[in-house]
């Protein structure tokens, strides 16, 4: 019979990691990464299992420190955790059938992120598949980019049951989270030698609150979706942001054609928003002659974003 080896990675996590250990206690073998926890997340794990291992801290390569947790696991398959996760007991019987002679090298798991509050159903939040489940010696993070899946060597399947993420609690963690995950991914951007254009300070963060609001349809979670969607259109403004204090501040030449490069796209970006809001309203629409003349708008409004390209 194949066992179960979960392997949790934490830093400064005294007010999750307890519900995180007690959700686990069906695993053959609890192993803690402590990543130099200066509050009581070491004295808390030390309930639940003797196999607490720390290394220093380093933020810009999160995904990758877990590997030394890893590599710490006995077991034939490994589990991998934050702190901040659940696993239910839906979840835990699921995983214990699938680890006995499967097909599969690894299983990704649908994530239900609790934010502010609610589970958010929608946007890029829903399903959240991560890739966590996985056979020794089969998976591994490859670079240090944040928020990475697992690279895995073979097959991989799904599993139904969702693991529950007790994601953001309050708009302060959320952006002090956005700060350090906006830092990472900027400094790998400019590794890569990318070159942002000066007007995806706009384009970015505008497409992006349309993407998730709209296309991933993040307005079914009302006011949360809004609220994450507009969040979610300032991280890639931060982004765009850091990249350009890390290339030098790059200065404009030209003020008076800046101004208008800034109208010009000022104009595209506000078509771009008014077709999406149409489209919106056509399909909770069932007049149909009030549908064609929204129709009629959202045409002019996509030759006018057309135009200005």
Request: hydrophobic share 40%; glycine share 4%.
């Amino acid at each position: 019979m194949n066992k179960l080896s979960v392997v949790i990675t934490a830093y400064n996590e005294e007010n999750h990691i307890e519900e995180c250990l007690k959700s686990v206690g069906f695993a053959d073998e609890i192993i803690v990464i402590d990543n130099s926890s200066t509050d009581k997340t070491v004295e808390i794990a030390k309930k639940f299992t003797k196999k607490i291992f720390t290394q220093a801290n380093d933020p810009l390569n999160i995904d990758m420190q877990k590997n030394f947790g890893f590599g710490k696991a006995t077991n034939e398959w490994i589990l991998s955790l934050d702190a901040d996760e659940r696993v239910d007991k839906e979840l835990a019987n699921e995983i214990k059938v699938a680890i006995q002679n499967s097909v599969f090298n690894a299983y990704k798991l649908p994530r239900k992120n609790i934010i502010f509050g609610k589970w958010i159903e929608h946007s890029f939040l829903w399903p959240d598949h991560q890739t966590r489940l996985f056979r020794k010696g089969k998976g591994k993070y490859m670079h240090g980019e944040v928020h990475q899946q697992l690279a895995v060597e073979g097959p991989v399947g799904v599993l139904l049951q969702p693991l529950l993420h007790e994601n953001y609690q309050s708009i302060s963690q959320y952006l002090q989270k956005m700060d350090r995950y906006t830092e990472n991914e900027a400094i790998h951007l400019v590794k890569k030698n990318t070159h942002f254009h000066r007007m995806d300070a706009l384009r970015l963060p505008v497409r992006d609150f349309l993407k998730t609001f709209f296309l991933q349809e993040g307005y079914k979670d009302g006011i949360h979706g809004l609220v994450i969607s507009i969040l979610q259109s300032f991280y890639m403004f931060l982004v765009w942001a850091k990249v350009w204090e890390k290339q030098g501040f790059v200065q404009t030449v030209d003020n008076k054609k800046f101004l208008a490069d800034i109208f010009a796209e000022g104009e595209k970006l506000y078509s771009e928003v008014t077709y999406w809001f149409l489209t919106h309203l056509i399909e909770s629409t069932v007049n149909p002659l009030k549908q064609t003349k929204l129709r009629i708008q959202r045409k002019i409004a996509k030759k006018v974003s057309e135009r200005a390209e």
